[in-house]
């Protein structure tokens, strides 16, 4: 049960960037809660940090709100504040100290400070005030330069009166700047909460780029245990193409994992999807609907993993082609095509010239295609058709 402003006597406030927040952060809320046994603990992220500067191409003050809404979620008695957003300038402890003091006139409040933020305590704006009105809880690591704690602790406690408490805590050894570095490389699902790390990889926040072993994992819930088999051929044979013909394989091996992640839904599903991202059918999407996980797929992608537009694309054209594909298009068109687990007739065909004649393969692959639906009884694509006649004026040109 939420307790009242009244209610609240003892409140621990633990301040910071966030940026981003991760395990480690979780650990020493656990142990506040425990060691301090607060009635309420608000984490509150900074605006502006008084100290440092923000790292350029930070996610904004709300996105590390949301992220900490994220990180601290199912703690019994930790709430986020937004205290610090709605000021203006920068976020000094001092003045989050004084609203609240108005807003919980009862309460004893203590700051949850590192060791380094204690011996430097002194550079804080009005740290007099603070050490004199608030009890500092020193989060201190046991192999942590005890004797300097123990005499700053006491020079405060002689000049200023100040309660200062020492919790024993060894913090997960992570940093955020060295997590913001693993983000960009691929890594960091093991050093943040799976909500995070999502949402993260939802913004491509600080350039972050998802593990594929993560990506893989989402993909594969989202498709049927018979489709998972095709997609991870598909991943391979993109990846080989794309380091064969010059590609990043990375971007590759993220649009062959999820390239059919709407293929299995039904036709009124993939309605429901066109509608909640603004797609409008054609009129051979209208008569195919199997046309449709194209596009749902990459409107999705890009909603769920934040795919940059190349990806996109390449998940958006790899059923019907069109005419002037990229490179990253081709590859996913021909990686669909050809994929290992791939047997019908024809395939061994584009499969013999992917790795020699990406153009002639394309060709080949949409010919057998037109034809395939032309025996059907129906007709061609439009995309397709327009893509063949784009691919048989290249290879004319060639010739020449
Ligand atoms: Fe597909
Ligand atoms: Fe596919």
Redesign the pocket.
Same mark, same amino acid.
């Given at each position: 049960m939420k307790k009242s402003e009244a209610d609240i006597k003892n409140l621990v406030i633990y301040g910071g960037s966030f940026n981003p927040p991760h395990l480690g952060h979780r650990e020493a809320v656990h142990t506040a809660l425990e060691e301090l046994q607060p009635d309420l603990l608000l984490v509150i992220p900074d605006c502006e940090p008084p100290h440092k500067q923000m790292e350029t191409g930070s996610p904004s003050p709300e996105e590390r709100l949301r992220l900490c809404e994220l990180n601290f979620a199912g703690l019994d008695g930790v709430q986020i504040s937004d205290l610090e957003l709605r000021r203006t300038g920068k976020s000094y402890s001092y003045d989050t100290v004084l609203q609240l003091q108005e807003i919980y006139p009862d309460a004893r409040l203590t700051l949850m400070i590192g060791t380094d933020m204690l011996l430097s305590f002194e550079e804080w704006y009005h740290f007099e005030y603070l050490l004199q009105h608030c009890t500092i809880a020193v989060l201190a690591r046991e192999l942590d330069d005890e004797d300097a704690l123990r005499q700053t602790a006491e020079q405060f406690q002689n000049q200023y009166g100040a309660d200062i408490c020492l919790v024993q805590h060894t913090p997960l050894p992570m940093s955020s700047t060295d997590i913001r570095g693993r983000l960009r490389a691929r890594g960091g699902t093991d050093l943040l909460q799976e909500d995070v790390y999502r949402e993260i990889i939802r913004k491509r926040l600080y350039g972050a780029q998802p593990e594929l072993r993560w990506l893989r994992e989402q993909a594969y819930t989202m498709i049927s245990a018979k489709r998972i088999a =095709?997609v991870a051929g598909?991943e391979t044979e993109a990846v080989s193409l794309a380091m064969h013909w010059g590609e990043d394989p990375e971007a590759a091996a993220e649009a062959g994992i999820l =390239? %059919?992640i709407t293929k299995g839904l039904s036709y009124k599903e993939q309605l429901k999807l066109c509608e909640k991202y603004d797609i409008i059918c054609d009129t051979d999407e209208l008569k195919a609907p199997k046309l449709l996980h194209a596009r749902t797929g990459a409107a999705m992608a890009r909603d769920l993993f934040g795919i940059p537009d190349a990806v996109y694309e390449a998940i958006r054209w790899h059923t019907t082609g069109k005419p002037d594909m990229t490179l990253l298009e081709k590859i996913i068109y021909i990686a %669909?095509y050809i994929e290992p687990t791939r047997d019908f007739p024809g395939v061994e065909a584009v499969r013999a010239i992917a790795y020699t004649d990406l153009d002639a393969a394309m060709l080949t692959g949409l010919r057998q295609t037109i034809e395939e639906i032309r025996e059907g009884g129906t007709e061609p694509y439009i995309d397709t058709l327009n893509a063949c006649q784009w691919l048989e004026a290249r290879m004319n040109e060639r010739r020449q």
């Open positions: =095709h598909c =390239h %059919d %669909d």
